[in-house]
């Protein structure tokens, strides 16, 4: 059974809809991150979970139960803010033993528990300090405190890394990964970071517009974006997007643009030639050799690599690709390349076009300039 689930939920103020028609299960014990951009209502999905808004339609269950008109502190959950909210006034100890506090623990026991999550976090030399005598990965491991204090059933946790530098974020992963391992209970995990959600959740929910746009493992959504969203909002760069035309080749569909004749298939059922977007991500492109030719627009050294952005022929589509660092290539010049690896992704035409294709069992790629035969 599902610990967390969202069935046909729908939140919205007035005309303004913020979530629509949401429907998600999440399993005990997973790691599921909420990620899209600014405005894809990921945070109100949070809120409507910790009972701080509530749907407007559908139905909200934690552990089977629905919990739709419950007041946050009937839902077993415990919460982690952005602005990790720490009473300035009390201590380290004082901070993490307050929900204790207001449930009525008793004083006797909130000590030994205060103590065995100060343990955990690493946190009892820190103990007697205040938040203003704290660094940001502290304050934050203290709010984790806070929320592991309560024993909850559901962790809820909103972009708590985004007030970090890049250092701290990359080691406060680790440590929410492996305290998430050791703990075993469902975490569900705001972001706009899409590093964040692929190296820490066990399912991604892509969101966007208010809606559910993919719900899968990181590698999976890699892979096989469900839709043209999907594909560029994941992975960076960002993939390429080429608006084109699926036709007939001699060898099967092949997609067609300026500059570009590329071999794709095999193709969803019901597929007819049209219009459509082929997505290519940045490390398929390969500079030097190849059947292509294109114009350096841009060359960024990045240290152990380059991302280069080409133009193909005469007015064609513009690709960014990855390369070792040392190619010698100067704006303005023409190069070669070549597309490897895995099939080429197609969607239909429009913002949040559906996938046309599978990936490919051979992971082959064909393609030629235009003119040329695939």
């Known amino acids: 059974m599902a610990d967390v689930e969202f069935r ?17 299960a999440i ?25 701080l808004d509530f749907p407007s339609a559908g139905e909200i269950l934690i552990g089977g139960r629905r919990v739709n008109d419950l007041p946050p502190a009937q839902r077993d959950i415990a919460m982690v803010f952005q602005s990790y909210a720490l009473y300035p006034h ?3 100890a004082e901070n993490i033993a307050y929900p204790l506090k207001k449930r009525g623990v008793p004083r006797g026991e909130r000590g030994p528990r205060v103590a065995k999550v100060a343990e955990m976090l690493q946190l009892g030399p820190l103990l007697d300090r205040r938040p203003r005598q704290l660094s940001g990965g502290q304050q934050q491991r203290v709010a984790l405190g806070r929320a592991l204090v309560r024993d909850p059933r559901v962790f809820l946790l909103d972009e708590p890394l985004s007030n970090l530098d890049a250092k701290l974020r990359g080691h406060m992963r680790a440590e ?19 590093l964040e959600a692929m190296t820490m959740s066990d399912r991604i929910a892509i969101l966007e517009g208010g809606r559910l746009q993919q719900f899968a493992p990181p590698q999976a959504v ?18 390429n997007l080429i608006d084109g035309e699926l036709a007939a080749g001699p060898a099967g569909p092949e997609f067609r643009a300026p500059g570009l004749a590329l071999a794709v298939g095999p193709l969803a059922a019901g597929t007819q030639p049209g219009p459509a977007c082929l997505g290519l991500r940045p490390e ?40 070792p660092a040392g190619l010698a290539l100067r704006v303005g010049g023409q190069v070669r390349l070549a597309l490897n690896g895995p099939a080429a992704h197609l969607f239909a035409p429009g913002p949040t076009g559906r996938r046309l294709n599978a990936p490919s069992p051979s992971g082959a790629v064909a393609a030629a300039a235009a003119g040329d035969q695939p």
């Open 8 to 24: 046909k939920v729908r939140k919205a103020w007035g005309a303004v809809v913020a979530v629509d028609d949401l429907d998600l």
């Open 27 to 51: 399993e005990a014990g997973e790691f599921v991150s909420l990620l899209g951009p600014s405005g894809c209502g990921k945070t109100t999905t949070l809120r409507m979970l910790a009972g």
């Open 90 to 92: 009390m201590t380290v």
């Open 176 to 194: 929410l990964v492996e305290l998430h391992r050791r703990l075993g209970r469902t975490m569900v995990y705001v972001t706009h970071d899409q």
């Open 222 to 239: 890699y892979a096989a974006p469900a839709n043209r969203f999907v594909a560029g909002f994941i992975g960076t760069p960002s993939m």
């Open 284 to 323: 398929h492109l390969s500079f030097g050799t190849g059947p292509l030719a294109g114009t350096v627009q841009l060359v960024e050294e990045t240290g152990h690599e380059a991302i280069i952005a080409v133009t193909l022929g005469e007015g064609g589509p513009r690709l960014v690709g990855r390369s």
